[in-house]
């Protein structure tokens, strides 16, 4: 059994209204008791931070509120962007960085997306990291080359005291909202050639310690086999993050990943 503590995210996206992200939030909070054996965070979207937030503080939940994306620059000029400091104000301290929505739809590269994790990492604050391939990148035999890549690129100039705020997400893109998923095995491959490549940039200890999320199309049916594959530390969850039931039952996936009732 590993060390590491389990970690769940729960990306939101661009769903939900004030109203019921306030109710999923205070669902979560009545239902998730085991924040000492595993870690959890929510992104809802900017106009509803303050408020899940507040909501969580109320019924003093360990779980933690974090932000789907942010401008790298402190401030300025740059119509539409939300900067870190404006986060952190209304209670963000988990930080999105290079999800696939962002590098594919929005179109960032992995130079803004580093700039994105050096800020944040600056600012004290915690980063997921998210990489993955595409179908044809897949298809094509390039999945280890391509995460290796993004990995590098998003990490370059990130100290070895400073991964200790650092989690990464592995996204194949292909899975993420389509109903496939990896099977644990391909996941399970895919992650430890992840760690592998953690030991190439960092150390052992670094490799060893830091968390890898698995995020495709990850729910309560698969959350148990996935997460009790070695190198897999727990889920970045879309879809089903946005399901109090669900999201729980993950959570409790996860718990009994770490040998403990959720």
């Not at 595993?38 to 408020?51: D, G, I, N, W």
């Not at 939940?61 to 962007?81: M, R």
């Not at 650092?166 to 895919?190: L, M």
């Amino acid at each position: 059994m590993s060390a590491r503590k389990p970690y769940v995210g729960g990306n939101w996206k661009m769903n939900l209204n004030g109203q019921q992200a306030v109710e999923l939030a205070s669902q979560l909070a009545d239902g998730f008791t085991a924040g000492d054996q595993v870690q959890a965070t929510v992104f809802p979207a900017f106009t509803h931070l303050e408020k899940v937030g507040k909501a969580l503080d109320d019924k003093n939940s360990p779980i933690q509120l974090g932000a789907q994306d942010f401008y790298h620059q402190p401030n300025g000029a740059y119509t539409g962007e939300v900067s870190i400091a404006m986060l952190k104000d209304v209670g963000a301290s988990v930080m999105l960085v290079g999800h696939s929505e962002r590098r594919h739809v929005i179109g960032e590269p992995d130079t803004l997306i580093n700039d994105k994790v050096l800020a944040a990492l600056e600012a004290g604050l915690e980063v997921i990291l998210c990489i993955g391939e595409k179908i044809e990148q897949r298809e094509a035999d390039k999945t280890h080359h391509i995460n290796t890549g993004q990995l590098g690129y998003g990490l370059a100039g990130v100290s070895d005291a400073q991964m200790a705020r650092v989690t990464i997400a592995y996204e194949p893109v292909w899975a993420i909202g389509t109903g496939k998923t990896a099977t644990s095995q391909d996941a399970q491959e895919t992650h430890q050639v992840i760690r592998q490549a953690l030991w190439f940039l960092y150390n052992d200890d670094i490799a060893n310690a830091v968390r890898i999320q698995y995020g495709g199309s990850c729910k309560p049916s698969n959350a148990v086999e996935l997460f009790s594959q070695a190198d897999i530390d727990g889920g970045l969850i879309g879809g089903a993050a946005l399901k109090s039931e669900d999201f729980l039952a993950i959570l409790q996936a996860a718990a009994n990943s770490a040998g403990v009732p959720a």
